[in-house]
Nanobody
Framework: QVQLVESGGGLVQPGGSLRLTCATS????????INWYRQGPGNQHELLAT?????????ADSVKDRFIITISRDNGKATVYLQMNSLKLEDTAVYSC??????????????WGQGTQVTVSS
């Protein structure tokens, strides 16, 4: 059973930092990309950052100078982090990761985590 589990959300003051973790049960060799999204109150899902198996990254303009996405291999499984700096009130949202997975059989699919709440408030 493929699983993605986000953690690290919480309450932080404006200007503060948080690091989110997306821990997967997926072999890093089966990862095409892992992506971080967020959905704020009344907002659409927003793609924030993408990382490939090899570590290539892309960012949304809204976060590219403040957020950093990284990938590591833990016991062969992919773990992705989102370091969020200089947080703003408008960064308040539920943050979720998903993985684009391609198995050795050729089967390819998307798997989502359950999300973690980030609240930026003074």
């Amino acid at each position: 059973q493929v699983q993605l589990v986000e953690s690290g959300g919480g309450l932080v003051q404006p200007g503060g930092s948080l690091r989110l973790t997306c821990a997967t049960s997926v072999s890093i060799f089966n990862i095409v990309t892992i992506n971080w999204y967020r959905q704020g109150p009344g907002n659409q899902h927003e793609l924030l950052a993408t990382i490939t198996q090899s570590g290539a990254t892309t960012y949304a303009d809204s976060v590219k100078d403040r957020f950093i996405i990284t990938i590591s291999r833990d016991n062969g499984k992919a773990t992705v982090y989102l370091q969020m700096n200089s947080l703003k009130l408008e960064d308040t949202a539920v943050y979720s990761c998903n993985a684009d997975i391609r198995e050795p059989t050729g089967r390819r699919y998307i798997k989502w985590g359950q999300g973690t709440q980030v609240t930026v408030s003074s």
